[in-house]
Structure formats: C-alpha cells, structure tokens
C-alpha cells in the first residue's frame, strides 16, 4: 500500500538554524570559487559552469524526448496536451515532465562535480538528493502570461524563515530567447526591509513585484543552477521560433538517516520507479518508467545520496 499524498514542501533542513547566507565556512570549497560564494551569499544563486559531462547530458535528452512521446525533429509533435493537471495551477503548460527514476536521471545526480557543489553550499558531505523530475517547454504559441511567473516554493511567512535549495541543470542551451529560470536577486538582498513595506495579509508564496527587477539566466547544457529556496523565482515563457528548453531539477539536503519513514519512502520510489507522493507531482498516469525502464543502478555515491547506505 502507497502511502497517502502530503501536502507538498520542498525539503529542507529541519535542524539547521544558521540561514544558508550566513554560514562560515568549515570545509574548503571543492567546486566554487571565493566569487561564486559571494555571489550565492549575496545574490541568492550561483551558475556551475559544466557540472555535468556533455555525453551525460545528452543520453539524459534522449530519454526525455521519448518519454514525453515527442521528435525533437518535428515540431508538430511538440504541443501534445498536458496529462494531468497540477494543484499549482500556474505550473499548468508550463512543460513539467513526470520522471523521476530513470537511471538517466540518477547518473546525472551522482555526477562527484555536482555532489561537491552542495557540499560547498551545505558546508557538509552527508547530503541527500531529492527526487525530483525534469522539464520540456516548447515555444509559447499562444503567447500567454508573456512575462512568466515569480513565486516562493516555501512559505516565506513563518519564523524563523525556511532552510532550503533547490537546483536546475540545464540540458539545452538557456538564453532570453528560449526562456527559463529567472529570479529577484534584489528582494533575496533585501528581504527583511522589503518584507516592512508590504501589507500584513501579504501573500507569503508570491510576491509583488512592482518596482522590482527580474534577472534571467543564460545557461549551456551541462549548467547547473543552484538557488535559495528564500530567492524569488519562476519560469519565463519560451518565445524563441523553434526551439526546446529542457532542464532536470537537481538538488540536495541534509540526511535524515534517522527518519526511518521518509528514509523507506525514498528507497521504495527508487526501486519501483515511482514519483513522490506530494501535491506538486501529479505523477505519469501512463506509468512509463515502470514500463520502459529498470531500477537505476547506484553508485557508492549514489547510495548514500539516496539512503540507501548511511554516511
């Protein structure tokens, strides 16, 4: 019997009570430089250039490509309709793909270079990845919501305020063209002065941006974005002619290897090829991954990443 479905929050660290901002480093940095550090302590997100080999890579678009039923040749076959709903409606259209343990997704989450970059942002090695999925988003034809959308994945109401990232590789080339992530590097800077001047019923998921400026990232495939969970964030829509944008999201957190139960449930998605069960993930209901695919094969690394093995 599975078990039910949580409402959804992204991991985080329950125990931390130093915000990624302020932590002192403890353990040398292995893939960012002094700039990058200042750049993701200040900014709230730091770009590792290559944090993923190129044949990686691609082997990982391949499957997405025939997952999602689609030829990157024919670009009639790109506007399938959606195949289920999502409860955050303004992740509906927007090219979510609903995989998640296919060992073309493992083999990128194992990649050492992108393990040390958390453990540069964690200043910790016992880290799990999340399970997560990846995106296909074809040009916007209807040209609706132009500008996209700038949302929290945490509740940025509650005290102390949440510990958490979260991370996109990018799988194809990312410019203002093609659309993507984006972000307001300035309400992550100023936060607290920002939060003074909005009303007490502020939305605490979505901010307004009014005066505010929006930065986009130019990525190359093989990039991997790291972001504060604390950032303000979104997708802008893909108004190139004929291109994908297609990214894997990727990141990790602190080991809870004592939670037996989250511990089970993150083995059991693993080895059935299962999604999680939480609202943010409607799940394939055409079941591919079970149908196409065998339980990934893990490395060292990768089992302790998962919980399978302790650190």
């Known amino acids: 019997m599975q078990p039910p479905i949580k409402r959804d929050s992204h991991p985080t660290a329950s125990e931390a009570t130093t915000q990624l901002k302020d932590i002192r480093k403890t353990l040398p940095l292995r893939v960012l430089s002094q700039a ?3 750049h993701w302590t200040t900014r709230g997100y730091v ?6 080999p190129a044949a990686t890579v691609e082997r990982l678009v391949d499957v997405l490509w025939q997952f999602d039923e689609k ?6 076959t790109w506007y399938a309709p959606q195949r289920r709903d999502h409860k955050m409606t303004e992740l509906n259209n927007t090219g979510m793909l609903e995989i998640y343990n296919h060992q073309a997704l493992w083999d990128t989450r194992m990649e050492p270079r992108v393990y040390d970059a958390f453990v540069d942002i964690w200043d910790r090695e016992d880290l799990w990845v999340t399970i997560d999925r990846a995106n296909l988003n074809p040009p916007n034809r209807m040209n609706e919501n132009p500008k996209g959308f700038i949302h929290w994945d945490v509740d940025t109401s509650v005290r102390p305020l949440p510990i958490g990232v979260q991370g996109v590789l990018s799988l194809l080339k990312q410019d203002a063209e093609v659309g993507g992530f984006q972000c307001v590097p300035e309400l992550f800077s100023n936060f607290d002065e920002w939060v003074e001047t909005q009303p007490a019923d502020r939305d605490p998921m979505h901010p307004a941006t009014t005066g505010l400026t929006i930065v986009s990232a130019d990525l190359e495939p093989g990039d991997l974005l790291i972001f504060n969970s604390l950032l303000a964030h979104g997708v802008r829509p ?5 291109r994908v944008r297609m990214a894997q999201y990727i990141s990790m957190h602190p080991a809870d290897w004592n939670n037996a139960p989250e511990r089970a449930e993150r083995i059991r998605l693993w080895r059935e090829l299962d999604s999680p069960k939480r609202d943010a993930f409607p799940g394939d209901p055409r079941h591919w991954e079970q149908q196409h695919a065998r339980t990934a094969a893990l490395t060292p690394l990768g089992e302790k990443l998962l919980g399978l093995t302790s650190w």
């Open 238 to 242: 893909n108004h190139s002619d004929a």
């Open 71 to 76: 030829d990157p040749d024919d670009p009639s």
């Open 47 to 52: 770009i590792v250039r290559q944090a993923v």
């Open 36 to 38: 990058d550090w200042l």
